[in-house]
RNA sequence: GUGCCACAAAUU
């Protein structure tokens, strides 16, 4: 069982799902895994959390007896849940396993945060702020860190400085978690101040600069910023793109995404160009852009359909519609929304229907 | 043994 772990840690570590679920029902067959003592489910259980599967390591996790499963095990899916963006499961374990008497750490609590950052719910954020102290659990640069980003996500710039002043030690993170939300709640402006007299800056600081003037429509200043910063990354990019995009420029947009070097274009470089495009009305060279991307997501589907729609194009955005394997509630609001807005009452409707047995819920 | 934070994109 020793040589099975190193296993599938190696699975974990080079995030081959393949393997590590062979290795899985290799360990069923011969009933291994079975016995809790080799603490095999609760590897695989990391593996699966690390492959970003929150079902199978939710299933898995669920085959190890309480007895067996620490507070790693249980912080461990929580991560897994707010990474995959299901932050109220997360917090529902979280609840769960203080029933079942297992006591939170400092790391379990960076997922908490992050749970709460995602939900807007303060309230909680700040119970779980005050759990920590009350507990005595250590306040490391990380998990003040998530606290202080919750406070930022949830606009509470007051108590997330509160979190910042009182740390003993600061990270680039830390300041630039209170960077973006200066940026966001205070003005771009005094962002930059603050950006300026930084003890240390990464490329994240640096995006979230370019993304603060690039969201108000700055491009001048977001470009002074790219020409200068040392390393840029594929979010750099993107933000360039999609800033130009957005002010208009779509040929400075096009000629940025066609300046990006190979390794940093990705699914969401390709669809803030081609969502530019279709912004600026121009469907046919979206659609051209749309057939070559060597990969798609919901974002662009739906950006196309709703340009199809915009334009009065509805059969268009249907045969697009038509062709996406695995839909989103988006990309049916997007269809739904088209029709209606054209007139198509009653394929709004069709619609409308067909999406709930596909296990969908309005909204 | 194993869990860890910040920056980018779609519908109304």
């Known amino acids: 069982s020793h040589y099975y772990r190193s296993l599938i840690r190696a699975c974990a570590r080079e995030n081959s799902l393949e393997k590590g679920q062979k290795l899985h029902a290799t360990l069923i067959k011969n009933g291994l895994a079975a016995s809790p003592h080799t603490f095999l489910y609760n590897a695989l259980l990391h593996m699966y959390a690390v492959c970003d599967i929150s079902l199978s390591a939710h299933n898995v996790f669920d085959q190890i007896p309480l007895t067996h499963m620490d507070t790693i095990d249980w912080t461990t899916l929580m991560s897994c849940y707010v990474r995959n963006g299901l932050p109220d499961k997360a917090l529902l374990l979280f609840r769960f396993m203080q029933g079942e008497g297992v006591f939170p750490d400092e790391v379990t609590f960076v997922s ?14 700040q ?15 990380t998990a003040s860190n998530a606290a202080m980003d919750m406070y930022v996500k949830c606009g509470r710039m007051i108590d997330a400085r509160r979190v910042f002043d009182e740390m003993s030690e600061r990270s680039v993170v830390s300041w630039s978690i209170i960077l973006s939300g200066m940026i966001k709640w205070e003005g771009v402006e005094n962002g930059r101040n603050l950006f300026d007299e930084m003890p240390e800056r990464n490329v994240v600081s640096w995006n979230a600069m370019i993304g603060g003037y ?3 429509g700055d491009m001048g200043s977001a470009w002074f910023l790219f020409e200068r910063m040392p390393v840029r990354n594929s979010v750099t990019w993107t933000e360039m793109i999609d800033g130009f995009a957005r002010s208009g420029d779509i040929v400075a947009a096009r000629r940025m995404f066609d300046e990006v070097p190979f390794e940093m274009k990705n699914v969401v470089t390709w669809t803030v160009l081609v969502d530019g495009y279709v912004s600026n009305g121009q469907m046919d060279t979206a659609r051209e852009l749309f057939e070559e991307m060597p990969e798609r997501n919901f974002f662009v589907w739906s950006s196309m359909i709703a340009g ?40 709004a409707f069709e619609a409308f229907a067909r999406m709930q047995p596909e296990g969908f819920k309005p909204d």
């Open 127 to 141: 119970q779980g702020h005050v759990y920590m102290f009350k507990n005595g659990l250590p306040f490391t640069v």
């Open 112 to 125: 908490f945060f992050a749970a709460c950052s995602r939900l807007g719910d303060v309230k909680t954020g």
């Open 308 to 347: 199809y729609c915009k334009k009065g194009q509805v059969k268009e955005a249907r045969v697009i519609f038509d062709r996406i394997s695995v839909r989103n509630l988006v990309n049916w609001n997007a269809l739904i929304a088209g029709y209606a807005q054209n007139g198509f009452c009653k394929e």
């Open 214 to 216: 690039s969201k108000n």
